[in-house]
């Protein structure tokens, strides 16, 4: 399982949030920290990135697709989204509101 750090936490009008970045999509991945949060946005960056919302591992075909630089804000249970790179080299950023 891949290990991200959320190095910037900042103050929003309704709480904190916690930006990171996952480097490591080569095996299905779920948000390592503040998985409890509200709702994250995430962004694919290098390469597409595949993910799911229900917990079931996405592989390098299956699962919603998300193109280079293209962001998703999702709201429900962080704890069950995993990622997956279609591609090596493959990062997420992600930030996570409380």
Do not use: C, H, N
Not at 78 to 85: E, K, M, T, V
Not at 86 to 93: D, F, N, R, W
């Amino acid at each position: 399982m891949a290990k991200a750090g959320f190095t910037q936490s900042f103050s929003t009008g309704s709480g904190k949030a916690f930006f990171g970045r996952i480097t490591d999509l080569s095996a299905s991945t779920p948000l390592p920290l503040y998985s409890s949060g509200r709702s994250a946005i995430f962004q694919a960056q290098g390469q597409p990135v595949r993910w799911r919302p229900d917990g079931i591992d996405p592989d390098s075909t299956t699962g919603m697709l998300l193109a280079v630089g293209e962001s998703v804000r999702y709201t429900g249970d962080l704890s069950q989204l995993r990622f997956i790179q279609t591609a090596v080299s493959a990062t997420l950023e992600v930030t996570v509101f409380k």
